[in-house]
């Protein structure tokens, strides 16, 4: 086995004994809830509370109270990472405008100690991303500065949440793909293992035609 094999192994594959990092989930006081169908594989999440709970074929959905995995909890610069292309310092510069803003760039580098072209980088990507607005003030001595503020939080707060659930969205459907892709396999008629074609179907992170 290569070095970068063995590595690649030793991180998909954690001691059963790593209680701190990889423990199954109580799903019954969570925040969210996730129902199923008991008809078909129709698998709801929600992060509020449905009083009668969710149906499906107007039926009852039932609610699952725990996973039959092992679930990594989730840390949160990798999630804003992931699913929005927000590293930690696009984070820092997003949270810093929300709390004292509005700021111009210079202020921002200067409060974050990052360099400030490096800031006005993230800042347009933020505005770009909609969760900054960008205006222009008027200096007293003439002139005007561009400055940062932030979106209404709840516009923030129900965007973000819809933008999650989207790539969520294409996260299930890569995972369905990937079971797809391995039942389609009992049934295939080849020499080569599961492992090539597996990743020969998912080049680049994405499921090939």
């Given amino acids: 086995m290569t070095d970068h094999a063995a590595d ?20 019954t006081d969570r925040e969210y809830a996730i129902y199923r169908c008991i008809d078909c594989n129709n698998v709801v999440l929600t992060m509020q509370d449905c009083d009668g709970g969710m149906t499906c074929h107007d039926e009852p959905m039932e609610r699952v109270t725990e996973t039959g995995l092992d679930v990594r909890p ?10 929005f292309g927000l590293p930690k310092p696009g984070l820092d510069i997003c949270l810093c405008v929300i709390g004292d803003g509005p700021l111009s760039p210079s202020e921002l580098a200067d409060r974050l100690d990052y360099d400030t072209s490096t800031v006005r980088t993230y800042l347009n990507e933020l505005v770009e991303f909609g ?10 001595s003439g002139g ?14 129900e965007e973000t949440l819809v933008g999650f659930y989207a790539w969520a969205g294409e996260a299930a ?22 492992n090539e074609v597996f990743w020969e179907r998912f080049q680049d992170g994405r499921p090939t035609e």
């Fill in 131 to 140: 969760l900054l607005e960008k205006s222009q003030l008027n200096r007293e």
């Fill in 144 to 157: 005007f500065v561009n400055v940062y503020h932030s979106i209404d939080l709840e516009e923030m707060r």
């Fill in 74 to 83: 989730p840390d949160i610069r990798q999630v804003l990472l992931d699913a």
């Fill in 8 to 27: 690649a192994a030793g991180r998909s594959i954690q001691p059963a004994d790593r209680d701190d990092e990889r423990r199954q989930i109580d799903l």
């Fill in 173 to 194: 459907s890569l995972i369905e793909e990937a079971n797809l892709t391995k039942a389609d396999y009992r049934d295939a008629n080849t020499e080569d293992g599961l």
